[in-house]
């Protein structure tokens, strides 16, 4: 076991619940790793205590957190400074407390799914064609910004509730638009941004029959690693992406704020973050 010293680099996550996350797994791993004096902790905070509990974390010498459900708006208000790619997701996931006691803000889900897909799909490129995103919740207005802001060229929302999709669609503007049904004949990726599919959820229930041979799927569930939706895509030979990939990329920008080292995804990580969910 590490031993910390008095100058250890402290940071967490701050969630209610946050027991399930897997982050402090994560972030122990590259402690570990590099060799870094510090430590990575969960922090369970209620709704109600969110904004005394960041500043009681930056008073007592945390260097920053990540945040999860349900605080990630929340975060928005006790942030000094909020950066662009919080602003385009409407939500906050990484704060950084700076030495002059202000509070930065950022979103790294966008960039974590964009990293994803370049790592599992060499030489993708976001513009290379139109994409599809099911849902329009939080998850699906980070990829949706980053994609946007990436060239995607025309970008479709389906929705069970199509007036939040039109919703989204009107805040984040640019090439965006909604429908009914997923328009898969010329796309060339494809994004499950909701829970189905989920350990403990229904089936997402698709047809990739019109999808191009060369389009990519992407799921951002990771419980379990390999979702039916991504199993039907392998099955027609199709590039397949899991969630897992965008919950490790987007670690990587926080981490190198707060403990001072640039991270690094590769298999031994994926297989030690991996352990204990369920392959299928």
Known sequence: MPILSGHARLAGILGWPVAHSRSPRLHGFWLERHGVDGAYVPLPVRPERFAQAV????????????????????????????????????????????EDGTIEGSNTDGYGFL????????????????????????????????????????LTLVNRTRARAEALARELGGPIGVAERAPLGDAALLVNTTSLGMQGQPPLELDLAPLPAGAVVADLVYVPLETPLLAAARARGLAAVGGLGMLLHQARPGFARWFGVEPQVDAALRDFVAAGIPPR
């Open 115 to 154: 990293e994803s897909i370049r790592e599992e799909v060499p030489g993708w490129r976001a513009d290379r064609g139109p994409a599809v995103l099911l849902g329009a919740g939080g998850s699906a207005r980070a990829v949706a910004a980053a994609l946007l802001d990436a060239g995607c060229p025309r």
């Open 55 to 98: 500043r009681s974390l930056a008073d007592l010498g945390f260097r920053g957190a990540n945040v999860t459900i349900p605080h990630k708006e929340a975060a928005f208000a006790v942030c000094d400074e909020v950066a662009p790619s919080a602003r385009r997701a409407g939500a906050v996931n990484t704060l950084v407390f700076r």
